[in-house]
């Protein structure tokens, strides 16, 4: 049986001929099914729980990369297989996934392409694509083992799910790419340097592939996990040891 | 108000892209890179390759290939499978198969390694071992007191 949550913001009248375009082909299909609409009060969690418990085996997610990290980030540990239609702008997850915007996701919700991914875990939450901490002066500890810190602030990404490119000037080729299932997450840190009176300038990043990293600062830094953002003063991220089972297209960027 | 500003200005746009195409057979080859302007501290090892352009202390150690680019300091006792040292280290090297300093290169410390090459230019300081030579490695292993007994039992007879 399939589950399918709708984020709020599928209600605005111009989502309103793709959702049913997408309600009518998920018909065609006969994997049509129960459908819950989310909002910030709901927790995702024990709606998927509640629902598992009435039979449900397929939980669907339809919205944006928003939609995606608020669902996980709580509900990764269900025991059920996720799917992602991604509808709306903001939607970077749904093509790392090779699933396409709008109607034609249903063909590749259709066709069931499951993959186990790893997934992040950082305070008391999940995420599942990208971590990133905004620039600040921060000092990352590495498997309790050694230390970075840098005399200026710096910028943290961490990444499983999402590649992390980053490119000096558009003649750089140079690529890094992030393999969401070798059983390690990959940091990517930048530290800026002043230049001049006002402005600041990227350094080169720093790679270093972990298990688990502490990010710590003495004032308050911006942590978005999957495009959802809080304020931390200590943050730890270890690879978590459940993984997700994910409808995934053949266009996977895995 | 002009004079708090604190958030980055004259950050280039699309300095970071998220979906750029992926190129085939790059996957899995993620190194541990120490960029310029980040201090390492503590012991430091990784599974992969590690390429150092920043500061180090403490100790490294990887299996396989160490590369200390010019500029880069390494004040830290080093283990690794292969290395090109073009930056300062200062600490003992212990390299299982090759090392090669660069003209760059400025090194204080013992290198045991099986393979040495230097480029001209380079500053060494200490002493190099390499396995190999029946003689030093014998020496090596023996004891000085026990060689001085042996030496003695041979003119006695």
């Known amino acids: 049986m399939y589950v399918y949550l709708y984020d709020n913001f599928l209600r605005q009248k111009k989502y309103d001929s793709v959702i049913k375009a997408i309600e009518v082909r998920l018909t065609d299909y ?8 989310l909002n910030n009060f709901i927790d995702p969690k024990q709606v998927i729980d509640d629902e598992i418990k009435r039979g449900a085996k397929t939980v669907v997610i339809v919205g ?45 919700l259709s066709k069931r392409r499951k993959e186990r991914l790893d997934i992040g875990w950082m305070n008391n939450r999940y995420f599942v694509s990208q971590l990133h901490v905004l620039p600040a002066r921060l000092k990352v500890v590495y498997d309790e083992r050694f230390a970075v810190t840098t005399n200026e602030k710096m910028e943290v990404v961490v990444c499983n799910l999402q590649p992390f490119y980053w490119k000096k000037d558009k003649k750089d080729e140079s690529n890094q790419v992030v393999h969401p299932q070798d059983g390690k997450l990959e940091a990517f840190l930048r530290p800026l340097t002043k230049q001049g009176w006002w402005g600041y300038k990227y350094e080169d990043p720093s790679i270093f592939p972990f298990e688990e990293m502490e990010i710590i600062s ?4 911006t942590v978005e996990a999957d495009g959802k953002a809080s304020k931390e003063l200590k943050v730890k991220i270890k690879l978590a040891h459940g993984k997700i089972d994910m409808v995934v297209g053949r266009n996977r960027k895995f | 108000m002009i004079f708090q500003k604190s958030t980055p200005k004259n950050l280039p746009e699309e300095e970071m892209l998220s979906d750029t195409p992926i190129e085939s057979g790059q996957a899995d080859e ?3 890179v120490v960029g310029p302007s980040v201090n390492v501290e503590g012991d430091f090892a990784s599974e992969g390759n590690i390429i150092v352009k ?4 403490g100790s490294v150690h990887t299996s396989r290939f160490l590369s200390v680019e010019p500029g880069a300091k390494i004040m830290a006792n080093v283990r690794a499978g292969n290395a090109k040292i073009s930056g300062e280290v200062k600490g003992n090297l212990k390299i299982r198969e090759t090392i090669e300093l660069t003209s760059t290169a400025k090194v204080l410390g013992d290198i045991e390694v099986k393979v040495l090459s230097v480029e001209p230019g380079a500053l060494l300081f200490g002493k190099i071992s390499m396995p190999g030579i029946e003689g030093a490695e014998v020496r090596s292993v023996k004891p000085r007191s026990v060689r001085r007994s042996e030496e003695i039992a041979e003119i006695s007879q």
């Open chain 2, 30 to 32: 993620v190194e541990t």
């Open chain 2, 54 to 57: 920043g500061t180090v202390s």
């Open chain 1, 218 to 221: 003495d004032s308050p830094f």
């Open chain 1, 64 to 108: 944006n990369d928003a939609t995606f990290g608020h669902v996980l980030s709580r509900a990764a540990t269900c025991d059920c297989t996720f799917g992602f239609l991604p509808v709306g702008s903001n939607n970077t997850i749904g093509r790392v996934l090779g699933i396409p915007e709008g109607l034609s996701a249903c063909d590749v």
């Open chain 1, 30 to 37: 006969g994997i049509a099914g129960k459908i819950l609409r």
